[in-house]
């Protein structure tokens, strides 16, 4: 069951970093959340996938 959450938090952070390259910047920060929870369970690619995500979306925004 536990590893079922950590796949499914680091593919929900992975769409909302998705999302937010073409929506609201902002569900980039949500990515970063996402990852960094998902961090706790074995999907550490999954993770570090959402967390560099949302860091990219987030530093688009800006530029």
Do not use: E, R
Not at 38 to 50: G, N, Q, R, V
Request: charged share 5%; aromatic share 14%.
């Amino acid at each position: 069951m536990m590893k079922s959450w950590g796949f499914w938090t680091g593919w929900l952070g992975i769409m909302m970093a998705v999302c937010g390259f073409f929506f609201d910047p902002q569900l980039g920060s949500v990515a970063i959340m996402l990852g960094l929870v998902t961090f706790i369970f074995p999907k550490k690619i999954l993770a570090s996938s959402a967390l560099v995500l949302g860091v990219v979306v987030l530093l688009l925004q800006h530029i």
